[in-house]
């Protein structure tokens, strides 16, 4: 097992090595081949204007440029022209042996003059031939180096992805571990650093998966000792009621029954919202059949639709897969189903409707009731918050069960006032599961 700070640190020091290298040698290739013709040429021409003779310069292959050769000048000691390379260019004299510029008929130049006893001796080279060839030199050499950056990135981008590929490798594990996972994480092949922090996140998880299970059999429990007492004193209440003298407490028992029936729903309601709020269930399955689940749903509901003389029906119906539990589609659904009918006062409607939106079905579920402030739409969501629609008896857990149910299947909710009639309208959308 090796430190990352050491791989990291050893691969740039390597490639930051191998590129250093390899544009040195490039530019000692590049540069040191460009100046021998130039300099090849300035030899050829001292030699051929060396001494006080002028001797006709022999053909030469390739031949000379104009702009590359060298100006000799020869005087005697009194300043008396000898000859010159150059019958069209003239240096004035100078008093003294050393280097200065000098502009002849607009033209630049750098020269020496070397003075003797007997002798003037005078040397010069354009300067824009000598600034051409800095210029291309400097260029040639700065041209391998500009290359090699890019390389060098792509090369450093190839290291970097391998070194970081345990990493990777971690991220995807978690990216679709379930939240209860039992199997820790694997340390092979990570990075000294980040061992520490996966052996803290399998702590964690072991952690979680005990608090998990805890949560799982407190509902187990809980579904059992509190629905059993419930429904005891629902058949004891029913037993009251027929014993002889009832009638004269008839009002008290049915306040009684109702406050059973309330706490068996709220009971009901607890559970149902702590199924939605669990991890998701791996294990089940991850398609729905929209048609057969709306029916049966619809079946469950009708009876508390006919006894409040509501109107229950299905305006639309398609036959689609969805991406999504049936279990959370179910609970969703019957909240909201459910929720519709409470509130609408007798006599009203509840329409449900579903119809193919792109990729994705949308189920609508529009009463006819009081519907929701503006204001409300997004509290009504909230754990025991009723906004206005207080008149059911609910206790405001519905729509709470409704969004923990969505969110662990990846539904989406709305909610929107209606007009024309007025009430409120309720769409859940889920994706089309793949075609099998």
């Known amino acids: 097992m090796r430190s990352l700070r050491a791989r990291v640190a050893t691969a740039l020091f390597i490639l930051l090595t191998a590129v250093g290298v390899a544009a040195v040698v490039a530019a000692y290739f590049v540069v040191e081949s460009e100046p021998d013709e130039l300099l090849d040429d300035q030899l050829r021409q001292i030699a051929m204007n060396v001494g006080d003779e002028a001797r006709p310069l022999p053909p030469m292959n390739p031949p000379i440029d104009r702009d590359d050769e060298i100006l000799v000048v020869i005087r005697d000691s009194a300043g008396a022209l000898i000859r010159r390379s150059d019958a069209d260019v003239d240096l004035p004299p100078v008093a003294e042996t050393g280097f200065s510029d000098v502009v002849v008929g607009k033209v630049a130049w750098r020269a020496y003059a070397l003075r003797t006893s007997d002798r003037l001796i005078q040397i010069a080279q354009r300067q824009e031939t000598r600034d051409e060839l800095a210029a291309e030199i400097a260029f040639q050499t700065v041209l391998p180096i500009a290359l090699l950056i ?9 290291l970097i992805t391998r070194l970081f590929r345990p990493l990777d490798h971690l991220t995807e594990e978690l990216r679709e571990a379930h939240a209860e996972r039992n199997a820790p994480l694997s340390t092979e092949g990570l990075p000294s650093e980040v061992v520490p922090l996966v052996e803290e996140v399998n702590g964690l998880l072991a952690r979680q998966n005990e608090l998990l299970e805890l949560r799982k059999r407190f509902v187990s429990d809980a579904a ?14 029913g037993n009251l009621s027929r014993a002889p003298g009832a009638h004269a407490v008839a009002s008290e028992i049915a306040e009684i029954r109702q406050g059973i029936l309330r ?10 919202l702590a199924r939605a709020e669990a991890p998701d269930d791996p294990d089940a399955a991850p398609a729905t059949d929209l048609a057969p689940a709306l029916r049966q ?5 009708l009876p508390l639709a006919n006894e409040r003389e509501i109107d229950l029906g299905v305006t639309s119906e398609i036959a689609a897969r969805l991406r999504c539990r049936e279990q959370d589609l179910t609970a969703a659904l019957t909240n909201v189903i459910d929720n519709a009918v409470r509130y609408t006062p007798s006599g009203g409607r509840v329409d449900v409707a579903s119809e193919v939106v792109g990729d994705a079905v949308e189920v609508t579920v529009r009463d006819t009731g009081p519907g929701v402030a503006t204001a409300e739409l997004e509290r009504v969501f909230e754990r025991f918050v009723r906004a206005g629609r207080a008149t059911s008896g609910g206790a405001g857990l519905g729509l709470a069960i409704v969004r923990a149910a969505a969110a662990r299947s990846g539904m989406e909710v709305r909610l929107e006032n209606a007009e024309n009639p007025t009430g409120l309208s309720v769409t859940i959308r889920a994706s089309l599961a793949p075609a099998s």
């Open 263 to 272: 706490m068996a729903r709220l009971t009901s309601q607890l559970l149902d």
């Open 297 to 301: 749903i619809i079946e469950t509901v």
């Open 150 to 158: 890019p390389l060098s990135w792509l090369v450093l981008g190839v």
């Open 224 to 237: 059992h000792q509190l629905r059993t007492p419930l429904t005891a004193l629902q058949l004891q209440v």
